[in-house]
């Protein structure tokens, strides 16, 4: 990026162009912005969270990240730069980590985090003052609008942006699982056996082995962008290798849990019925919702169907909603995928004008 971009603090041209370079799929993935000072924070002892801000001018804004599930948390490279990236622009950013998510469990805790992060970020005197927007990735949909709908915080949440979000989460457990009619990332049913284990409709033996070898297969199998390919089975011999570190009376649960074996779906199914889980839908609190909401998701998401983009939109009506075809689930798109928005370059070049303006707040 030309050096100069860097020099004008004030110029909203400037913190235009400079985010349409960081987040267009044209940017280098392992890059990210210079001149960004990021320093530990402490939330709860789990682990560190990250404050950032930028080192050569005065902060304009805050943001506050909700994060989606991911073993890393703010460590995750993908992340660290999301968070860089606004600092870039201005602003003062907190990205938390959030025990439950890292462990790779969808509950009510991610809520409590982010609840405790926004109040360190209000307080950080980086931040004091500032607006408070709120971004959230995948499943971190969850605590964003939670968080914006909050009698204690809906004042003071100016934009949730959802990025990749969800809104029905009976069809989002069936996109996890593959059990939708789409094409679908093989890798993540692991994580609603992790969550829902408790109310599953079987005998659990060796519950701690179990589900160890769950979060390794996560960790070895997420690494590897070609097994996420829809129809990718190379994760299967994977799952067979650690299900030797399972008790032998739950190897076949886990490797259903990893999609070996079919059936994976009714279990979840079950344990989601049961109502143990309903803190899972944020669209029963969306009446106090006072934020500007921005909806953006990626046409060819894997993970979360566009048709959770729709769910949203009809669960908060006044929410602006964005989609692009150059971006996946929480990455952009390359090759033959980015080839096939050529198209619809225009109207994906507008969309792509308007996510900019959501994050420059």
Known sequence: MPEELTMDNDSDLIRFARLAWWLGPWSPRAARPAGIRRRAVALD?????????????????????????????????????????????????????????????????????????????????????????????SVGALAALRLAAAPATAAAIQRVVVIGGYADPVAMI????????????PLNQAVAFVSFLDHLPVEIHARARLVDAWRWFVRTAWARDAWKKPGATAHHAAARELAREVDLRDRELFLTGCGVIPGGHAL??????????????????????????????????????????????????????????????????????LLRTLPGIADEIRAFREVIRAVAA
């Open 268 to 337: 979840v199914a079950h344990a989601l019925a049961s109502g143990a889980y309903d803190h899972l839908d944020w669209r029963p609190h969306v009446a106090t919702i006072r934020a500007d909401v921005v909806a953006v998701h990626g046409v060819t998401d894997s993970v979360m169907p566009i048709a959770q983009l729709d769910a949203l939109a009809t669960a908060l009506p006044r929410a602006r909603t964005i989609r692009l075809g150059g971006f996946a689930h929480s990455r952009t798109v390359g090759g033959r995928d």
């Open 174 to 185: 069936a996109s996890l699982c593959g059990a939708d009619a789409e094409p679908r990332d």
């Open 45 to 137: 002892g789990s682990g560190p969270s990250y404050v950032y801000a930028p080192a050569d001018r005065a902060p304009r804004s805050a943001w506050l990240i909700s994060p989606g599930c991911h073993h890393d948390g703010p460590d995750d490279p993908r992340m660290d730069r999301f968070a860089a990236v606004l600092a870039s622009t201005g602003a003062v950013v907190m990205s938390p980590r959030s025990p439950e998510l890292c462990d790779l469990r969808l509950g009510s805790g991610a809520i409590r985090t982010l609840a405790r992060a926004h109040a360190a970020l209000v307080a950080d005197p980086a931040a004091r003052g500032l607006a408070v927007n709120v971004a959230s990735v």
